[in-house]
Structure formats: C-alpha cells, structure tokens
C-alpha cells in the first residue's frame, strides 16, 4: 500500500474564470470525422469544415476538399482534389459597389474588381486572376471613426495615413501615406466642399503587383474634414485594403502536397490535386496537405469493422482571435443539434473516439428559443483507458469544450490507484478535475533529480545504496510534502482533499528497477498521472452565462443544462454569449421565407500575440 498523506486545498469555485478560453499558441480547427475505407468519397465544404472562409453576412464560401481512396491510399493525381470558385461580394462601404471574392486555403482574398464598381474604375487592372494571382483582404469596413493630424489612421501591413494640412475653408485635406514610416503616396481629398463626389471623398492607393499594374491596394472614404485651432481632424467611414504582396495561383505552383491544375480567370475558378503526391494514412500519422490544412488519424488498430478514422483541420498559429463555428443552420430548421460531428469546439479524442457533448435548440413562433427548453446542453461520462495500460481505465467527461477526469473505474485492472482512493466518483460530490498528465512516455532520472509535474508539484526519487529501493520524495512549491519507500516496480499514489471529495488520487507514478551506470544510480518511470487540485464545481442550479445546470447524475454520469430564465430571440446581426465562450451569431440579412435567418454557435480561441479579431 502507498501513502495516504492527504493535502487539503480549497476548491476554486469562480467558474468563469475557471473555463475561461485563454490563449494558446496554436489551436487546430477540425472537420467531420472521416473513416478509411476502400472505393469511397468523402468531401468538406464550409458546412463541415469551419478551416474553410465562410461570410455568414452573405452566405458566401465555396470551398471543397474531398478524398478518394484506393486500396486505402490517396493515390495521385487525383486521390485529393482541392476546389474554390469566386462569388460576387459588396464592399461594406457601398458606395463602391462589388468586388469578386474567393475563399483560398481558408482565407478570403481579392479575384477582381467588378468592372462596374469605383475601384475597378479607379484601378489600371482589376482582375488578378487573369493573371494567376490572388490578394488577401485585409481590410472591409463601413465604421465611423475620427483621426487626427497627431493620430495617424493605423492600417495593416505597417501602412498608416496622416493628415498634413486641412486648408483654411475645411474642404481640402492633404494626405500623406506611409509604411514603415517612409512616404509611399501623398494626395488631396474634399469631402467637405459642396457637391463632393465620390471620387472628392476617396482617397485610394494604387500599386504594380506582378503583373496586374496600378490596382486599388488601399481606399478610404472621408466622410468630413475639420480645422481646429491646435489640431486638424477628419471623420472616415470606409476603409478597403488587400496585401501589397500577392499570393501566386499561376498552374503548377505547389502547395506542399497538392499542385495547382487549373486557374480559369472567366469562370473565376482554382482547383488543386495532389499531382506527384501519393498519401497512405497510417494509424497516428499526422501529414501535410497544403499550407496550414493537414489530415490527422487515429492512433488505432484499424479493422473491417472498424475502420482508420482521420479528419482535416486547420492548424492556426498566426496571432490572434478566432472564432471556431459549428455547422450554418438557419431558423426554418425548427430544432437543430450540434455535435462533436458538426461543432469542432466541443471536446473530441479522435484515437479513442471520444466525445459526446450536444447542443440542442427549438426554434419557436417569433424566432424565438423559449426559456427552459430552447438550448439544452448534454454530456456524459466514458470510459478511458489511462496512457499507462496497467492502471486500466478511468472515466473522461467533456465539459464545454475541455476533457475532465470524473472518477476511478472499479475493475480488476485499476487497483493500483483505485485502491488509495477515499473517494473515486468526482462527480458524486459535484466536482470535475483536469487532466493535467496522462503520459506514458518513458523518461530516465538520476538519482536526486526532480521531475516537474503541473500546479508547482514536483517529484524527487532518491535510489538506495543497494540499487533497488527508491525514496519517492513529492515537493509542493519546492517543499516536501509527501515521501514513500517503495521497492520498484511499484506506483506511487498521492491523494489529496478536494473540497467534499476525500482522499482522492491526484498523481500517480510507476518506476521501475534502478540501474547504475558508473558511479551514479538512475531509475526509469514510465507512467504519470496528475490531475488538477483545484476542482471545477458543478452543481444543480449554477448558472453559466445563459445557461443553468438542471441536472448532475453522479450515477449515470451525466450532466445537463439549459435556458432557464433566458429566453432568446434570433434576429439579424446578433451576437450573444450563450455559455463560458461558447456563442450565437445570426446574419446580417433580412431574412425571407425562401431565405430564412442563417446562424451558428462558435467559439472563440486566442492565439497569443494579438487580441484582433480574425
């Protein structure tokens, strides 16, 4: 038997901050979940895979991957096959009129100018794709906003826009463009003067990219100009910018695995295959398809009956802040449901096939999601086998996104840590812990070294004289708080007190038998377990945002919420917090019998460095 030392800590209860998104470095936006089966087809839109560009505001977004196999390869050149096609978008700023948009590799980017809009009129060329190339969008807004003389305008790409001078009647103002401090442009706008045009109001920059010359890279309009005493000022209300860099869609261009087959500037379309590239997944292989998209399988022993599953997904790292949608559904659907299928923002372990959270919605007369019963949220518990096999199984539950531990499973296998446990069932006393360490990597430590663990927590074996014994030593904060002789191969157990639950393991480590390599002494540990000591506390009637626990089923190993007291009513152009982080969004469109009001739950993932939304 180990130790039953027991450390009490304080259960932390503010549960917002606790599931509050943080920022990651990376974060990955998954697709529906695939299988690999011989003779069969499977494709993703912007319905099933959230890495494609989707505008909800305009239903627009035409991308499409889809995958064929043979005798379970993706054979080339046509295993993969990578379509987009540009659809007609206006400016925010409508005074401008239209431009082509083409979702690329997941992002929006420029195709042309529509030869009836201003910027088309203003730019030499305005169709990049008739000469193979594309341009990011960067900027495509109709906010007010007010700068000064003292205050450039900040614009991406390092461009800013002064003010010079504002003439003494306030209708001429002398602009200057910079980037990277260096004048690039510099030019006179009159919004103020009487019967200003459009032209008067709008400055633009124009700029050579590759073979497309003096397209519009960068337009402002200028709503009003004012001189004052000490500062002069102008208030804007549309910006427009696209990269100075283009990207190239010239045929053959390679983007890693897939090459570009066709660019067709008329029908304004780009398709893509995996030319010279044949792709053979293999269990717990992760492979690059094309820039930042890859395809990921299961670390599974496949069979007939139960296929290789895999998914692609988006690996973002670029800073930042990004929304993860679910599926786009609309409100003539009257009950629609999310999943791990169709919500990439719900918890998912594709090696185990993990996952089981829902979202429920009834739309009722009046767009209306009625309180009680119009979102009901679910999960429930499974079962897991811990990364180290001889400690068996535990059970895993997914909350709001994140994986939980909720208790020990009572089987023949997991006496080894089972059996130091007060308490196995977290739930039972309303509780979830996280998962901080599942690992069964093997590591080697010398005698007297630590082995950092998570929340301050280290552990230090010291092996005896006779290389056969070990002192485990657990430090907290560096203090000892815990030691054991044990006499490998052996798992240590520390438990702790989580608030009402006693006595429940939180680290678990196995060594095995000491060796000596000269004159110092080593052991190996090849299994680590550690759970967080500062639960997450889920009791019947706490609310979460909107949402409120009606129900937590420590036998059934359940968990439901819904509504109560919030009742919401879809309209356009809303934007609501529904749980943690975790929201609604609707169009921006009058919505019409044949077209009814589109919307999505999503969910919002930092990328450290930037706070902007993407």
Not at 423 to 449: K, R, W
Not at 529 to 551: A, C, F, H, N, R
Request: aromatic letters at 10%; a negative charge.
């Amino acid at each position: 038997m180990t130790s039953m030392k027991k450390f009490t800590f304080a259960v932390v209860v503010l549960l917002l901050s606790a599931m509050a998104a943080s920022a990651v470095n990376s974060t990955e936006v998954r697709s529906t979940v695939a299988e690999v089966v011989d003779g069969a087809t499977f494709e993703w839109d912007v319905s099933n895979f959230p890495g494609f560009y989707y505008d909800i505001d305009d239903n627009i977004g035409t991308e499409t991957i889809s995958v064929t196999f043979t005798d379970g390869t993706l054979e080339e050149p046509n295993g993969v096959v990578y379509r987009t096609e540009a659809q007609m978008n206006d400016f925010e700023f409508w005074d401008w009129g239209n431009y082509w948009t083409i979702g690329f590799l997941g992002k929006e980017y420029l195709a042309a100018y529509d030869e009836g809009s201003y910027l088309s009129a203003e730019s030499y060329d305005s169709n990049l794709m008739k000469d193979e190339q594309l341009s990011k969008v960067l900027i495509n807004e109709d906010v007010e906003r007010t700068f000064t003389s003292g205050t450039p305008l900040k614009l991406s790409e390092d461009y800013e826009l002064a003010i010079q001078a504002i003439d003494l009647d306030g209708k001429k103002v002398y602009v200057q463009l910079m980037k990277n401090d260096a004048v690039v442009d510099s030019a006179v706008v009159e919004p103020s003067k009487y019967g200003a045009t459009l032209k008067d109001k709008t400055y633009v920059y124009k700029k050579d990219m590759g073979d497309t010359e003096k397209i519009v890279v960068i337009a402002v309009h200028f709503k009003n100009a004012f001189r004052g005493a000490d500062t002069d000022l102008a208030t804007i209300d549309g910006i427009w910018q696209i990269s100075d860099t283009p990207t190239s869609i010239e045929e053959d261009t390679e983007y890693d695995k897939m090459t570009i087959q066709m660019v067709d500037a008329s029908a304004m379309m780009i398709a893509m295959t995996n030319e010279d590239y044949k792709i053979t997944l293999t269990k717990n292989k992760d492979t690059l398809l094309m820039e930042n998209i890859r395809i990921k399988t299961a670390d599974q022993d496949a069979t007939a009956e139960c296929p290789l599953r895999f998914y692609l997904y988006k690996e973002i790292i670029e800073p930042g802040t990004y929304e993860i949608r679910g599926t786009v559904t609309d409100i003539g659907m009257g009950t629609v449901e999310w999943d791990v299928s169709s919500f990439a923002g719900f918890y998912y372990d594709i090696d185990d096939n993990l996952g089981n959270e829902k979202i429920m919605m009834t739309i009722t007369e009046g767009n209306v999601l009625a309180e009680d019963t119009g979102v009901v949220y679910t999960t429930e518990a499974q079962i897991k086998d811990f990364n180290f096999h001889g400690w068996g199984t535990f059970y895993s539950m997914a909350f709001m996104g994140n994986p939980y531990f909720s208790g020990y499973i009572d089987d023949m296998t997991s006496t080894y840590i089972l059996s130091e446990a007060t308490t196995s069932n977290l739930l039972s006393s309303g509780l979830l812990s996280e998962i901080l360490l599942d690992d069964s990597t093997s590591m080697v430590v010398a005698s007297g070294e630590t082995v950092e663990l998570s929340e301050g927590y280290a552990l230090r074996p010291t092996i005896g004289i006779d290389d056969k014994g070990i002192l485990v030593e657990l430090l907290h904060s560096g203090v000892e708080i815990d030691s054991m002789a044990i006499l490998p191969p052996f798992t240590y157990v520390y438990s702790a007190d989580l608030g009402k639950a006693k006595g429940v393991p939180i680290i678990a480590a196995h060594f095995l038998e000491p060796v000596s390599l000269g004159d110092r002494s080593f052991c190996k540990i090849d299994g680590l377990w550690q759970i967080s000591d500062q639960p997450l506390e889920v009791q019947e009637g706490m609310v979460y945002d909107k949402m409120t626990i009606q129900s937590v089923d420590a036998d059934a190993m359940t968990i439901m919420m819904n509504n109560e007291d919030n009742k919401i009513t879809l309209t356009k152009k809303l934007d609501v917090s529904l749980v943690d982080d975790i929201r609604i969004k609707t169009a921006d469109q009058d919505a019409y019998w044949e077209d009814p009001l589109r919307f999505f739950i999503y969910q919002t993932v930092t990328v450290s460095g930037s706070e902007e939304l993407i």
